[in-house]
C-alpha cells in the first residue's frame, strides 16, 4: 500500500490567509483543494511537500457568478460536477461543461475542482509510476532523474498536458485571476501555460488561482471531444476544443485547441483562420480537420499509438465541427472510437 509522507496541513479561512501561508513556507509549501491528483502524487513520492495550504475552507473561491450577457466567473474550488451541472454553463458554455463532465469518475468529479484540473499536472507513462518503478529504470528528468526517457537526446521533458478544461478555456478566451501575498494579477488563460512538462505553469508558486472569467457568450458556440481508452476515469491522450461565432451560418471568428499532444494546449491557428467568412460544408470541415492535425505532435509517451493519435486529431476536428455545424452529433464515447 502506498502511504502520504508526513506533512502540516494548514486551513486558512480567506484567500489573504492562504497566500501569506505559501508566502511565508515557501518551497516547503503546496497548494490543496480537492486532492485528487495531488495525493496520489505525493503517495508515489512525485511532489514532496512537507506543508499543504488547504483551500477548501475558503467559501469566496467556490461557486458560479454572472450570465451570459455579461461573461460568468468561476470561483477556481468550484467542483468539477457543479460546474458540469450548471445550467448557464451547459447551456452558453456547452464546451466547458463537457469537459468538466468528462473528467476521470463521478465520485472524484465531485472532490476535484476546476481550478486543478487547469493546473493538474504533466502526465508520461516514464513518470506515473511509483517510485520503486522509476528507481528501477533510473527516474526520468522530470522527477529525481537527468534524463528525459522519451527523448533522451533532448536537454527538456516532454511530460504532456492532462487537463480537460484548459484547451476549453483557450478556446473560449477566458482569463484566469492570480493572486498572491505580494498582490493580484489577471491573464488570458493561454498565458498560464509553457510549453516544458516540467514548469508547465507560468503563474510563480506563491499565487493562487482564484477565479476563471469568461467572456460574454456573444453567439459563440463550442464543442470538446475526449479521446480515452476508457469511458471513465481515465485522463485524456486527446482532446480537441473548438469555439465559432457564427452570423447566421457563417463563421466570423474561430478559435481551435488541442489538448493532451504537448506540454501544454496547442491552438490550431491556420485551421482556426481558415474558417473564418465560410461556411462548414463538408469539404471546408475535411480541410480545416486536415490543417488542425499540424500541431498535433504526439510522442510515446501516453496511451495509444502516437501516430493513432495524430490521425484521431483530424477525425475529432472534424467531428466536433460537424456537430457544431447541426450535421451530425458531437460523437460517440472514448470506449467506442477507441
Request: glycine residues 8%; contains cysteine.
Amino acid at each position: 500500500m502506498l502511504r502520504l509522507p508526513p506533512f502540516t496541513y494548514l486551513a486558512p479561512s480567506t484567500v489573504d490567509d492562504a497566500a501569506n501561508a505559501m508566502a511565508e513556507h515557501g518551497a516547503q509549501a503546496m497548494l490543496v483543494a480537492g486532492g485528487t491528483d495531488l495525493y496520489p502524487n505525493m503517495k508515489r513520492r512525485q511532489f514532496e511537500p512537507t506543508v499543504l495550504v488547504g483551500l477548501r475552507a475558503i467559501r469566496e473561491l467556490r461557486g458560479v457568478r454572472g450570465g451570459a450577457r455579461d461573461g460568468v466567473t468561476i470561483g477556481a474550488c468550484t467542483t468539477l460536477s457543479a460546474v458540469a451541472a450548471h445550467r448557464a454553463i451547459a447551456a452558453h458554455y456547452p464546451a466547458l461543461a463537457t469537459a468538466a463532465g468528462l473528467v476521470s469518475s463521478p465520485q472524484l468529479r465531485n472532490m476535484g475542482t476546476i481550478g486543478g484540473n487547469v493546473c493538474v499536472d504533466t502526465r508520461c507513462n516514464y513518470y506515473n509510476q511509483s517510485y520503486e518503478w522509476r528507481k528501477a529504470v533510473g527516474f526520468c528528468t522530470k522527477k529525481d532523474g537527468v534524463i528525459c526517457l522519451v527523448a533522451p537526446g533532448s536537454p527538456r521533458c516532454w511530460a504532456v498536458s492532462s487537463s480537460d478544461t484548459a484547451p476549453v478555456l483557450w478556446s473560449l478566451g477566458a482569463r484566469v485571476r492570480l493572486h498572491s501575498a505580494a498582490g493580484e494579477r489577471t491573464i488570458p488563460v493561454e498565458a498560464l501555460f509553457r510549453d516544458d512538462g516540467i514548469e508547465y505553469l507560468a503563474k510563480r508558486p506563491d499565487e493562487i488561482l482564484t477565479d476563471i472569467v469568461l467572456p460574454p457568450a456573444d453567439g459563440w458556440r463550442s464543442a470538446y471531444l475526449k479521446l480515452r481508452r476508457r469511458g471513465s476515469f481515465d485522463f485524456p491522450v486527446l482532446g480537441v476544443a473548438v469555439a465559432l461565432r457564427m452570423e447566421g451560418d457563417v463563421v466570423r471568428d474561430a478559435r481551435l485547441v488541442i489538448g493532451a499532444v504537448a506540454s501544454q494546449p496547442r491552438p490550431a491557428s491556420a485551421a482556426a483562420a481558415a474558417l473564418v467568412g465560410e461556411r462548414l460544408t463538408p469539404e471546408l470541415i475535411t480541410r480545416v480537420a486536415d490543417l488542425a492535425a499540424g500541431p498535433a505532435k504526439p510522442l510515446d509517451n501516453t496511451d495509444f499509438t502516437h501516430p493513432y493519435r495524430k490521425k484521431m486529431t483530424r477525425v475529432f476536428v472534424a467531428r466536433a465541427l460537424a456537430s457544431l455545424a447541426g450535421l451530425e452529433p458531437a460523437g460517440r464515447p472514448a470506449a467506442e472510437v477507441a
